[in-house]
């Protein structure tokens, strides 16, 4: 479904990416791991139009997508979470659903009610304004938000960074719920033991390079990667 070849972001003069290549198969959850700054959400950007690469090139679903605009890839079935949430504070949690709906073209489509489903708390919240909800209560709403949006391929940016632990346990179920339904994910995170357990494949990244990869199988046997994921 996406495949990122050998691709350099530089933000102004700094290079930050360098030949990163990873690939993403249908209805499998990837990860990009690493630690603070080590080009994580580049990355996403770089895949979502939001930091063009300079070199290299961006499959998605067998057309090439590098360097187009992010409202076009949004159209074109890519949902993204950013690590900031960025939600309306100024909305409600309805609003903040509404506004982001885009009918997709299965019938199998996300619509308010769904996203209750998915996050029953966001439910008795509908008419609470966006900024006056807690962490993980804006993290379930930016989620619910890109749903709406019917994509079928989700970029999720530190779903876990800064919740309690409880709620990162329900953040997995959600993750391996969308899998059941369907959507192919690709979760950017700094906690290695919660994302290698919802993935199929793992990419591990440092100093904006792909240092491992491979099934999380393989990498779970990696007396390396253990050591310096202290996994
Ligand atoms: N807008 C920016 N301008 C310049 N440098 C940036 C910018 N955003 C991030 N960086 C730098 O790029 C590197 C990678 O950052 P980032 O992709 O955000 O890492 P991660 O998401 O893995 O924490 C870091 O060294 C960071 O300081
Ligand atoms: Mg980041």
Redesign the pocket.
Request: charged share 25%; net charge neutral.
């Given at each position: 479904m996406l495949e990122v070849d050998g691709i350099h972001t530089f933000?102004?003069l700094?290079h930050?990416l360098f030949g990163v290549s990873l690939k993403v198969d249908a209805g499998q959850v990837a990860c990009l791991l690493?630690?603070?700054?080590?080009?994580?959400?580049?990355?996403l950007?770089s895949i979502l139009g939001l930091a063009p690469p300079k070199q290299g090139h961006i499959r998605f679903q067998d057309e090439d997508i590098t360097g187009k605009e992010a409202y076009v890839l949004v159209r074109k079935g890519i949902g993204y979470v950013p690590?900031d949430r960025r939600i309306f504070v100024d909305l409600t949690v309805g609003e903040n659903l509404e506004i982001a709906a885009r009918r997709g073209k299965g019938r199998d489509y996300w619509d308010k009610k769904r996203v209750f489903d998915l996050f029953p708390p966001l439910q008795r919240l509908e008419n609470r304004r966006g900024g006056l909800l807690s962490g993980g209560e804006q993290k379930m709403l930016a989620i619910g938000r890109a749903l709406m949006g019917n994509p079928v391929f989700l970029l999720l940016?530190?779903p876990t960074e800064g919740i309690a632990p409880v709620l990162v346990r329900a953040f997995g179920q959600t993750i391996v719920r969308l899998k059941e339904v369907g959507l192919t994910v690709l979760i950017?995170e700094?906690n290695v033991k919660f994302t290698l357990k919802l993935s199929d494949r793992g990419y591990i990244?440092d100093n904006?390079r792909i240092c491992y990869q491979g099934t999380v199988k393989e990498l779970f046997e990696n007396v390396e990667v253990r050591r310096t994921c202290g996994i």
């Open positions: 933000y102004g700094s930050i690493g630690r603070n700054g080590a080009g994580k959400t580049t990355t950007k690590d940016d530190e950017a700094q990244i904006g």
